[in-house]
RNA sequence: GGGCUCGUAGCUCAGUUGGUUAGAGCGUUGCAUUGACAUUGCAAAGGUCAGAAGUUCGACUCUUCUCGGGCCCACCA
């Protein structure tokens, strides 16, 4: 029967499975490692190409974000075929918070905590911790058949690379770019360190608005558990209802008695909010501390580092925050101070963007970097062109952050970090900054490590000249996801022109965010986060690669698809096939000469083009394009025209089959490297590996 | 409150600087195929390009507005 004659067929011819495709991946690609392709040593003489790969986190496995880094790895081998001298950096992050974070969550498991550690234990139980699962990350980016040059690659707490940011730092204290100062902070009472403006992300919650009674006022707060640090209350300069009061002091009675305060005027205030007064609490509010600073008011401290109300707040101390609020409200009650309470009342609450916790706004000493004049030549280099964003869009997310850029709280109340290098004299309380060395027995080192983000900042010079591979500084193109455009690109170009004078990179490429089949962003909490090395295992590296690649513009999100990957699978036995074809059962004899006949005239010509097409397209990031006219030419004119028409001449049509099949092979190659290696290597008269190809002249 | 982005075939998405019959993958329908093809080939159906107005000889593409998603930023007590 026909139909069993098929199954039987197919059965037969039913491969390997996928296990065997990935064994045949990874010997692939050690070869390649072994044979140091990866390495810009390959070519020499060519011209200088790099890209630095963004780091990924040293103690964390891949996400699919990073699957897109196959981007990257395009580049780098249409780069290499075309005889640059090509390199691409690899690179551990050590992650400073967010891995301290994780592992204090495997402490807690064990029931410890970061307490039960000095610091130098914590450090090296963190230490292994990362490096016992950093290779887990690069193997990832192995299997994903990143040709990354690992002779090179570095880990940001590498003693060289500390030495080149303390250098940063004392440089930027030299010029006056850095200070010390006590400011109100995002600090995070969980997890005991503050935090960048970045690291607070707003949620809406709702929060009882209490009106409350200040002697003649009302006031309407949703904090009231602060109101031991109210230094003053503050209305509208021209609110002709409060006019009487402004500039006295007021008589109010509070839970501890009566007490006086001052009325102030100020813009700030709102009058159509609430009743159009407001407490103002300089220590532990952003505005209030403007507005102190402002007026000249005292700041008062209720809430310590560890989220409890202190002395100042009588007998709530000890109290966390919100058994404070709840505790307060009550006594205010009691004594008829509390007018109303807006039970529904909805605001935002900045929170941790690790732990979930609100942020408290508290006083502290911190180093800061002055940011607008390193903000300053970031916006000019990109004004003036000297750089391009693709996709252009994201130009103007880029200057909105740095046109408005606040100085950057670079002191993180963590162990795992780099260190700090300032010293503060014990008797003086100076302080001294230094390259790393102490500065004599009279002074002590400061506690905390620098945001993570201040070393990644300056992983572009750093990496690279810790590798000894400064020629290839600036590098081509900074490739990312457009999600840390603010956190990370932006501060790589701010520190790197002020370190080296030299805007980092050429280009910045940004990517969009791979999200779950339905469209969501893949998160933890939703539980709906696929691993890309599970996706690799069951399609194939090339088949992801293409699948990413494929139908999506860059720059744009997009939602995995699995029918993309069924396609990408055909497409991949489209190969094979014509590869059969085309080699297999080649015919015996073959014409030394073409013959040019009208199909062969034809074919070439088409050839030319979408040579072409696919290298300008590549030249402008235009991915999903290139890999378009390939897949177009290969299955829909090479094997559905071409190859049909060769049968009825095949010997005739022999060198075109070939010559064709190797420079798709070719032009495909930085898309689908395996495949392409593994079919390039059963052509006849091919070198070593596809990799020591030449990417195709396009005729001008 | 400000900004960005998307709304194109049943589904997921492309559409390069505005130019003739708007494309792909998957799906659907018909026919063919012991074929180099784990199938594939040929053909077909299917879109008022969210809606409205404008600029233009001509708009999916540019401008404005409306509706509806998504994201980001901002100090609302």
Redesign the pocket.
């Known amino acids: 029967?026909?139909y069993n004659?098929?199954l039987?067929?197919?059965l037969k011819?039913?491969?390997?499975s996928r296990i065997s495709v990935m064994q045949k991946d990874g010997e692939i690609y050690k070869s390649w490692e072994e044979k140091g392709y990866f390495k810009p040593e390959l070519h020499t003489n060519g011209n200088p190409y790099s890209i630095i790969l963004p780091p990924p986190n040293a103690n964390a496995p891949l996400h699919f974000g990073h699957a897109m880094y196959t981007v990257e790895d395009i580049l780098i081998r249409y780069h290499r075929l075309l005889g640059d001298k090509t390199l691409w950096l690899p690179g551990a992050d050590h992650a400073g918070f967010e891995t301290q974070f994780v592992f204090e969550k495997k402490l807690l498991e064990k029931g410890k905590s970061r307490f039960d550690y000095d610091r130098e234990t914590l450090y090296k139980m963190i230490w292994d911790f990362a490096a016992e699962n950093r290779p887990v990350m690069e193997n990832q980016l192995k299997r994903l058949g990143f040709s990354l040059d690992w002779s090179r690659s570095k880990f940001t707490l590498e003693e060289d690379i500390i030495k080149i940011v303390y250098k940063t730092f004392k440089k930027l204290y030299e010029d006056g770019l850095v200070y010390r100062a006590e400011k109100l902070v995002n600090y995070c009472t969980y997890d005991g360190t503050s935090f960048s403006?970045?690291e607070?992300?707003?949620e809406e919650k709702n929060?009882p608005?209490y009106y409350i009674k200040y002697g003649p006022l009302t006031?309407?707060?949703?904090?009231p558990e602060t109101k031991f640090g109210d230094t003053a209350v503050?209305v509208?300069p021209r609110d002709k209802r409060y006019k009487q009061y402004i500039g006295k002091e007021i008589e109010i009675e509070t839970v501890f008695g009566k007490a006086k305060l001052k009325v102030i005027a100020d813009d700030?205030?709102?009058?159509?909010?609430?009743t159009?007064v407001?407490?103002i609490?300089p220590a532990h509010?952003?505005?209030?501390f403007?507005a102190g600073q402002r007026h000249n008011l005292p700041s008062v401290q209720v809430i310590g580092l560890d989220g409890k109300m202190n002395e100042k707040a009588g007998k709530l101390k000890g109290l966390y925050v919100k058994q404070a609020r709840k505790a307060i409200v009550e006594e205010m009650q009691k004594k008829g101070l509390v007018e109303k309470i807006d039970e529904s009342?909805i605001?935002?609450?900045?929170v941790c963007y690790k732990c979930k916790n609100p942020i408290e706004p508290l006083p502290l000493e911190q180093w800061f970097i002055k940011m607008e004049p390193l903000a300053k030549y970031a916006i000019k280099a990109v004004k003036e062109g000297k750089l391009k964003i693709y996709?252009?869009?994201?130009e103007?997310?880029y200057f909105?952050?740095l046109e408005?850029i606040?100085d950057w709280n670079i002191s993180r109340q963590i162990v795992w970090g780099i260190r700090i290098p300032a010293w503060q004299n014990k008797k003086t309380r100076e302080w001294k900054v230094t390259e790393g060395e102490n500065p004599g027995d009279d002074y002590i080192q400061d506690n905390d490590t620098f945001d993570t983000w201040f070393s990644s900042g300056q992983w572009p010079y750093a990496s690279l000249a810790a590798t000894n591979s400064l020629e290839f500084y600036p590098t081509s193109v900074m490739e990312t996801g457009y999600?840390i455009l603010?956190w990370w690109v932006a501060r790589m170009m701010m520190l790197g022109i002020y370190m080296t004078g030299k805007p980092p990179f050429k280009d910045i490429l940004l990517h969009?965010l791979v999200?779950d089949p339905?469209?969501k962003?893949m998160s933890k909490s939703k539980g709906n986060v696929i691993d890309p090395i599970e996706i690799v295992e069951q399609y194939g590296a090339d088949t992801v690669r293409f699948a990413l690649v494929?139908?999506?513009?860059?720059g744009?999100?997009?939602?995995l698809?699995y029918?993309?990957l069924?396609?990408a699978?055909?497409f991949?036995?489209?190969l094979?096939?014509?590869a059969?074809?085309v080699v297999?059962?080649k015919p015996k004899t073959s014409s030394k000469e073409a013959a040019q006949r009208i199909e062969d005239i034809k074919v070439m010509k088409n050839l030319e083009k979408v040579t072409k097409?696919v290298t300008?397209?590549l030249e402008?990031y235009?991915f999903?394009?290139a890999l378009?006219m390939l897949?177009?030419f290969i299955?829909?004119y090479f094997?559905?025209?071409y190859?049909?028409q060769s049968?009825k001449r095949r010997e005739e049509a022999q060198p075109y089959l070939e010559h064709i099949l190797k420079t798709m092979l070719i032009l495909l190659h930085p898309f689908m490297p395996f495949i392409t290696e593994e079919l390039y290597l059963q052509l006849p008269n091919h070198l070593e590996s596809i990799m020591l190809e030449k990417w195709p002249k396009v005729k001008a």
């Open positions: 029967m026909y004659a098929r039987q067929l197919l011819k039913i491969n390997p403006d970045l607070v992300i707003y929060s608005l006031l309407a707060t949703t904090r503050a509208n700030m205030v709102d009058p159509e909010f609430g159009g407001v407490k609490t509010d952003f505005n209030d403007e009342y605001n935002r609450i900045g996709p252009k869009n994201f103007k997310l909105q952050f408005n606040r999600d603010r969009g999200n339905l469209g962003k494929y139908g999506n513009a860059t744009n999100d997009q939602a698809s029918t993309k069924e396609a699978k055909k991949i036995n489209k094979r096939n014509i059969r074809f297999e059962m097409d300008d397209a402008r235009d999903n394009f378009n897949y177009e299955w829909h094997a559905d025209v190859i049909e049968k």
